[in-house]
């Protein structure tokens, strides 16, 4: 069976690449740009645990889509560390489309095979920020909270069609989106986590797949994994 996972050329989705594909699952990965990291990472995948690989740069189509497909993981996304005043509308849009208009559009074509196949789960990547907001990232926590919203909607709407949608409200993890930090800030950042640490992406991969394959959520779940944001 396959499992697609979008924004898998680097940080937790390309994690969960890894991981899914450890567990025999074959990948549809997708990428905004990096399609050369992303083929690099289909090429050892397929060295090292011998699944299938699709890699796809941008949107996914209706074509590219396998008929025995069973997970969707939403994972794709953009952030900017900004007050609202200094955020663009190029930017704006730019967070709107990664966020919010990529998981739309991919939900919407893969959804429809599951029905088909009358089975599936659609997991959708969010944050905490989407359920305790964020100063200065407040586009970022308007996106995921719709996507808690979106999540909860469709999980009504496939309730009859034996397809499952969650969402996974992510604490801190060490990420790329991180970077915006100094050295002392990241330091001043996680002394006020709870776990006193950042969790890795591999770690975090881990705890997805292991919510996803033993199916420990009820439709509809918005899932905190929160190691401290407060």
């Not at 289909?42 to 645990?49: A, M, R, T, V, Y």
């Not at 990232?137 to 919203?149: D, F, R």
């Not at 006020?192 to 950042?198: I, Q, V």
Request: with cysteine; charged share 25%; glycine share 6%.
């Amino acid at each position: 069976m396959y499992i697609v996972i979008t924004g898998a050329s680097r940080g937790i989705g390309k994690a969960l690449a890894y991981k899914f594909a450890e567990h025999n699952y074959d990948l549809l990965l997708t990428c905004e740009k990096n399609i050369d990291l992303l083929n690099e990472i289909k090429s050892d995948i397929e060295n090292k645990f011998k699944r299938k690989v699709i890699t796809i740069k941008g949107e996914i189509k209706e074509s590219d889509i396998p008929s025995d497909i069973y997970i969707l993981i939403n994972n794709a996304g953009k952030c900017d560390y900004n007050l609202i005043q200094d955020v663009s509308y190029e930017k704006y849009k730019e967070i709107v489309y990664s966020n919010l208009d990529y998981t739309f559009l991919t939900t919407k074509l893969v959804s429809k095979q599951m029905i088909k196949n009358k089975q599936g789960i659609i997991v959708n990547i969010s944050s905490m920020w989407g359920i305790l907001g964020s100063a200065m990232e407040s586009v970022y926590s308007m996106t995921k909270g719709g996507i808690n919203a979106f999540t909860k909607s469709l999980a009504k709407e496939f309730k009859d069609s034996n397809v499952d949608v969650i969402a996974i409200a992510l604490g801190a993890v060490d990420t790329d989106m991180n970077k915006h930090l100094s050295d002392d800030e990241m330091k001043d950042f996680i002394k006020t986590l709870d776990s006193g640490r950042m969790w890795d992406c591999d770690e975090t991969a881990e705890k997805i797949h292991n919510i996803i394959t033993s199916k420990l959520y009820n439709t509809g779940d918005i899932i905190e994994l929160n190691n401290g944001l407060s």
